[in-house]
């Protein structure tokens, strides 16, 4: 069997091929895009040089076969801060519908932030890795790597990432809220700093024994959460059953029915009122009054356990 006459690929030094980037790169990409073409997957019917973007000018400007912009920015160096302001302020200045990079070596931190500005933009970004390459005695051919582009999953992913922000947001204006209401109906959480989650809470006074308020989309409430940290399932269910054998009692205290749920599977259990009047989602007009609802609820839930949680054993 013979062997197969394979040749090597060589890398060349970029400068070897293109001595200076906007009189030689540049010039000869404009009159061969058609690799962004076949290298991007794009279809560019045509791209001009040294186009106008207010005070500054884009390297190349191009135009898709649906009529939309995309400017391009060459950097046969190690990508930097300066030209990734200006691929912004390119794309924005002209309306662009992409905006292509192409470096010799892209850094890590660019990397992440062209992979961002797909996830959160509207606009298609792409960060290109150009090197020069030849086969024996061939002439230099460019070699062009995607290294991050847009895709619908990055487009799906920047949704996620929106709507999980404008939750913690929202649920962060609800506890600002909440703890300036408390002040004047139950200070016992009066003094703690408004988080971004659905619950916040303070020690009961009694260690693994917090007392939180939670909110969630359509509802919120307060319960009494029993977790001893790490290994200490056993003694958290002791806890949670030496309260519960004085259910009756603590219910009557309380005036009203309580919620009692060992969480099977996970290693704290909860004592909790749940009010199904709103929550989170609800309109903020009519967040003072869910609010001061269940800051009420809070105090006589508290004064309710109290003396109970003093005759625990072991606290």
């Known amino acids: 069997m013979s062997l197969l006459n394979i040749a090597k690929l060589e890398r060349l030094p970029l400068r070897e091929v293109w001595k200076h980037e906007a009189r030689d790169f540049t010039q000869w990409l404009e009159e061969n895009f058609d690799v ?80 961002w500005l797909n996830e959160s933009s509207s606009a298609d970004f792409y960060m290109v890795k150009v090197e020069a390459v030849r086969i024996d ?72 024994l917090n007392l939180n308020y939670v909110v969630r989309q359509n509802e919120c409430g307060v319960e009494l959460y029993i977790d001893r940290g790490k290994g200490a399932d056993a003694k958290n269910e002791q806890i949670f059953d030496q309260l519960h054998s004085q259910r009756q009692d603590i219910e009557t205290a309380f005036d009203g029915p309580l919620e009692w749920d060992a969480l099977e599977g996970k290693r704290a259990c909860v004592v909790k009122v749940t009010r199904e009047n709103g929550g989170w989602r609800s309109p903020e007009e009519s967040w003072p009054e869910i609010q001061d609802s269940i800051i009420t609820t809070m105090g006589r839930f508290e004064q309710a356990l109290r003396p109970f949680l003093k005759l625990l054993k072991d606290t």
């Open 137 to 208: 005695d061939s002439p230099a051919a460019p070699l062009f790597t995607v290294i991050v582009g847009p895709s619908d999953e990055s487009r799906e992913l920047g949704k996620t990432k929106k709507k999980i922000a404008e939750r913690y947001g929202i649920r962060k204006r609800w506890w600002t809220m909440l703890i300036e209401r408390s002040a004047a109906l139950n200070n016992l959480h009066a003094h703690i700093t408004p988080g971004e989650y659905n619950w916040i809470g303070v020690s009961s006074g009694f260690r693994g």
């Open 36 to 115: 962004l073409n076949s290298s991007l997957n794009l279809n560019l019917v045509s791209v001009d040089r040294e186009q106008p973007a207010g005070a500054f000018s884009v390297d190349l400007v191009g135009q898709d076969d649906g009529g939309g912009t995309v400017i391009i920015e060459n950097q046969l160096e190690k990508s930097d801060h300066d030209h990734l302001g200006k691929l912004i302020t390119y794309l924005t200045g002209m309306s662009a519908r992409a905006a292509i990079w192409i470096v010799a070596h892209p850094r890590p931190e660019h990397v992440t932030a062209v992979a």
